[in-house]
């Protein structure tokens, strides 16, 4: 794929090359590599697509890295047996190529007063989850719809309290996270360090939680990818996970063929 080829929001992509070396590769988890679950722990990435992302990560050099809302633990529980750079939690938790880890913490002061504000608020509404996340929270309202506003009203009302912490809007999930931290940041963070640095960021995913990421990579040149509908900050769009999955076999093909190997 070049970057400056355009195509129509209902086709996918071409596809870019990496035999030469010139592209970082970074996707979101749910709603790009495994299909949205109405429990967050039921979701699942297939193993033939965790076998195409090792075997990506080793036609560019390592140069792949997962960008989630998700903990980094719990992305290493979908993707194992593979040991990926991740941005977890927006950013807040952040493994680079040499897999060194940083994460970002709350003070007591914060996370308690927080946690017990949003354990009585969410408690209020039948069908609704708190996920905890260390430093950040999920407020999570896709089994109770009818609460969306009242959710929201919550996370407003925590971040009124509680001004080092911003809110990030999903797909029926608000979160609470600490400022300054999100998915652009995370691939900004990346591409300055190896083996990113200097290459070309392709970025997928899938909801306002990526947007920051798709600005991130438009301002880099690089080649944004939106899963689903709704135009955003995306270049290019795919309809659905299955796509993804598909763009992922397609782009390996066509390494196997340009180099002559087996991936």
């Known amino acids: 794929m070049t970057s400056n080829t355009r195509v129509s929001t209902k086709a996918e992509p071409p596809l870019p090359a990496v035999d030469d070396g010139l592209y970082a590769f970074f996707f979101d ?30 036609a560019c050099n390592g140069a792949l890295a997962l960008v989630s809302g998700r903990p980094i633990q719990q992305l290493d529980k979908l993707t194992e047996p593979l040991k990926l750079p991740m941005a977890g939690v927006h950013g807040a938790e952040l493994r680079d190529g040499d897999g060194n880890l940083q994460c970002v913490t709350l003070p007591a002061e914060v996370a308690v007063p927080l946690q017990q504000m949003l354990d009585k608020g969410m408690a209020s509404m039948p069908g609704t989850l708190l996920e905890g996340k260390g430093m950040a929270f999920a407020l999570h309202y896709r089994q109770a719809m009818s609460f969306q506003q009242q959710v929201l009203e919550l996370a407003q009302a925590a971040v009124a309290q509680f001004p080092q912490l911003t809110l990030q809007p999903g797909k029926c999930v608000v979160e609470i996270k600490p400022q300054g931290k999100d998915k652009g940041a995370a691939i900004n963070t990346f591409m300055q360090t190896p083996p990113f640095a200097g290459r070309i960021p392709v970025f997928i995913g899938d909801d306002l939680t990526d947007e920051q990421g798709f600005l991130a990579v438009n301002a880099m040149n690089g080649i944004s990818v939106k899963v689903g509908e709704g135009s955003g900050h995306a270049q290019y769009h795919l309809k659905q996970v299955a796509d993804v999955h598909h763009w992922l076999e397609q782009l390996l093909l066509q390494t196997r063929v340009e180099k002559g190997i087996n991936l």
């Open 29 to 58: 988890v749910d709603g790009t590599l495994a299909e949205i679950r109405s429990e967050p722990d039921a979701v699942t990435i297939p193993a033939a697509v965790r076998d195409n992302l090792q075997a990506l990560s080793t």
